[in-house]
């Protein structure tokens, strides 16, 4: 097992580590968004101990996907010579066959993107259900590994599943983005030394995305590694926009219109904005866009404090934030130095602070770890006004000790420095937010997330807890 080329995966390894250890056959689901690592995952950690492993194929027939089993089954067990199937059930059947007499303790099956082998009325999802119920799982050797990038699949057809698959899951994985610490790790690992202030730029980009990231070479700085990759017409990530959406979801447009209405507005909108915004059906279209969206990561959802808010949904993919912003305009696609020659610029101030707050967010645990209530009840979101006023929070922490953190949100090269005329801004956003309370009595706490900390000054005092750019990499 090739475990230690793997960065991060702390949990999911420890998971992996005690499925194949099992005394009893194992069904696991890996899901998450494209690129994030699941095949990577897999592969490293099963290295050598795979018994039969077999991919789908994008936009593969049922004839295709048949037939590319039916070579896999072949090629991997070339002295059974099994028979070739005409349909799932025989398929499966010789894939018992084989794995009956196949020698080893343990039988590793590792079926990759699996939503795509499960074509229109092709009867894959019955046959499946008939390999584990009827077999895999009445032995004690057998682990079975499934993943997708269609979490939406993976949700309705195993995790949710009301059929023959209902509760058949042994453990499920949803890989989630590498932290700042995990992507510090897996850059240095390829020789890219970074700052931490250059490393948060990265994640804002590139969000933590192991694919993405490993496009990044050390013999370039980072401002030049973003320019080739993302503005080159020949770069690696040039084009992955539009193969990103157009791999996960069918009518790709409809999902793609959906997320471009909600990166126009940072702290997110309503369902009846977005259907205001977006010319989509306001029944189960948009319901299922929204859901799969959320289940695939891209977006979040969160009400404030008023009793009765809607629901928001809020855009939270770093990648897709940054090609909206910049590579989906054709000023920036006209310049293949684009992003060098934007630094030190009000563009490029203003989509780091915004961005710096979505960062911060992802990274709630460490936040909180630092202001030491890892284990306190939390509510976060984001705040504004509205009424009498357009007074503002970047992320507000409730607290069941009836506390709630005020957390201001500064991306700097230099220390915040709180002046007179910062200081009456600070105390009005305190004021408007304790109004705003159906617990006035509840303790305010002016919390600043700053890249380079706190500047000394005589208003200082008004802050009650710093948190700076080590916090978040712990």
Same mark, same amino acid.
């Given at each position: 097992?090739?475990?230690?080329?793997?960065k991060?995966?702390?949990?999911?390894?420890?998971?992996?580590k005690?499925?194949y250890?099992?005394?009893k056959?194992?069904?696991?689901?890996?899901?998450?968004?494209?690129?994030?690592?699941?095949t990577? *995952? $897999?592969?490293?950690?099963? %290295?050598g101990?795979?018994?039969?492993?077999?991919?789908g194929i @994008? /936009? !593969?027939?049922?004839?295709i996907?048949l037939q590319?089993?039916?070579?896999?089954?072949?090629?991997?067990?070339?002295?059974?010579?099994?028979?070739t199937?005409t349909?799932w059930?025989?398929?499966?059947?010789?894939?018992?066959?084989?794995?009956?007499?196949?020698?080893?303790?343990?039988?590793?099956l590792?079926?990759?993107?699996?939503?795509w082998?499960?074509?229109?009325?092709?009867?894959?999802?019955?046959?499946?259900?008939?390999?584990?119920?009827?077999?895999?799982?009445?032995r004690?050797?057998?682990? *079975? $590994?499934?993943c997708?990038? %269609?979490?939406?699949w993976?949700?309705?057809?195993l995790?949710? @599943? /009301? !059929?023959?698959?209902h509760?058949?899951?042994?453990?499920?994985?949803?890989l989630?983005?590498?932290?700042?610490?995990?992507?510090?790790?897996?850059?240095?690992?390829?020789g890219?030394?970074?700052?931490?202030?250059e490393?948060?730029?990265?994640?804002?980009?590139?969000?933590g995305?192991?694919?993405?990231l490993?496009?990044?070479v050390?013999?370039?700085s980072?401002?030049?590694?973003i320019?080739?990759?993302?503005?080159?017409?020949?770069?690696?990530?040039y084009?992955?926009?539009?193969?990103?959406?157009?791999?996960l979801?069918?009518?790709?447009?409809?999902?793609?219109?959906?997320?471009?209405?909600?990166?126009?507005?940072?702290?997110?909108?309503?369902?009846?904005?977005?259907?205001?915004?977006?010319?989509?059906?306001?029944?189960g279209s948009?319901?299922?866009?929204?859901?799969n969206?959320?289940e695939?990561?891209?977006?979040?959802?969160?009400?404030?404090l008023?009793?009765?808010?809607?629901?928001?949904?809020?855009?939270?993919?770093?990648?897709?934030?940054?090609?909206?912003?910049?590579?989906?305009?054709?000023?920036s696609?006209?310049?293949?130095?684009?992003?060098?020659s934007?630094?030190?610029?009000?563009?490029?101030?203003?989509?780091?602070?915004?961005?710096?707050?979505?960062?911060?967010?992802?990274?709630?645990?460490?936040?909180?770890?630092k202001?030491?209530?890892s284990?306190?009840?939390?509510?976060y979101?984001?705040?504004r006004?509205t009424?009498?006023?357009?007074?503002?929070?970047?992320?507000?922490?409730?607290r069941?000790?009836?506390?709630a953190?005020?957390?201001?949100?500064?991306?700097?090269?230099?220390?915040?420095?709180?002046?007179?005329?910062e200081?009456?801004?600070?105390?009005?956003?305190?004021?408007?937010?304790?109004?705003?309370?159906?617990?006035?009595?509840?303790?305010?706490r002016?919390?600043?997330?700053?890249?380079?900390g706190?500047?000394?000054?005589?208003?200082?005092?008004?802050?009650?807890?710093?948190?700076?750019?080590?916090?978040?990499?712990?």
């Open positions: 097992m090739a475990i230690s080329n793997i991060g995966r702390k949990k999911e390894i420890a998971e992996l005690r499925i250890n099992s005394k056959s194992e069904f696991i689901a890996i899901c998450g968004r494209r690129r994030i690592g699941k990577f *995952l $897999v592969s490293e950690f099963f %290295s101990k795979f018994t039969f492993t077999v991919a @994008s /936009k !593969g027939t049922f004839k996907q590319n089993f039916n070579n896999e089954l072949g090629r991997q067990f070339p002295s059974m010579a099994p028979k199937a349909n059930l025989d398929a499966f059947n010789n894939l018992k066959i084989c794995l009956e007499k196949a020698p080893g303790k343990r039988k590793v590792f079926f990759d993107e699996l939503p082998m499960d074509t229109p009325r092709s009867g894959f999802i019955p046959a499946l259900e008939n390999f584990w119920n009827a077999w895999a799982c009445l004690h050797d057998i682990v *079975l $590994v499934v997708g990038s %269609s979490t939406s993976i949700m309705d057809k995790i949710n @599943s /009301k !059929g023959g698959l509760n058949r899951l042994t453990s499920r994985l949803f989630e983005p590498l932290s700042l610490r995990e992507t510090e790790s897996m850059l240095r690992s390829k890219v030394s970074l700052s931490r202030y490393t948060c730029i990265c994640y804002m980009i590139f969000g995305i192991p694919y993405y490993d496009y990044i050390p013999e370039k980072l401002t030049e590694n320019d080739d990759l993302l503005f080159s017409p020949s770069g690696g990530l084009d992955e926009f539009d193969n990103l959406y157009a791999a979801f069918k009518k790709a447009d409809d999902y793609v219109n959906v997320v471009k209405a909600l990166s126009k507005e940072r702290g997110g909108l309503t369902r009846g904005e977005i259907i205001e915004k977006v010319n989509i059906s306001t029944g948009l319901t299922l866009i929204l859901k969206l959320q695939c990561g891209f977006i979040r959802t969160y009400t404030d008023s009793k009765g808010k809607p629901t928001i949904y809020q855009l939270i993919d770093f990648y897709t934030i940054f090609y909206l912003r910049f590579l989906n305009r054709k000023a696609l006209h310049n293949w130095e684009y992003w060098m934007i630094q030190d610029s009000p563009t490029f101030s203003s989509w780091a602070g915004i961005t710096f707050e979505l960062l911060c967010i992802s990274h709630i645990g460490q936040i909180k770890s202001l030491g209530i284990a306190v009840a939390t509510e979101f984001g705040w006004q009424e009498g006023g357009k007074a503002q929070v970047d992320l507000v922490i409730l069941r000790d009836h506390t953190n005020l957390c201001e949100m500064k991306f700097l090269e230099a220390p915040y420095k709180i002046d007179k005329e200081d009456v801004k600070l105390r009005g956003r305190i004021t408007a937010f304790k109004e705003s309370l159906s617990e006035p009595s509840r303790s305010i002016l919390t600043i997330v700053s890249s380079m706190v500047k000394d000054s005589k208003y200082k005092s008004i802050v009650s807890d710093i948190v700076d750019l080590d916090d978040l990499f712990k």
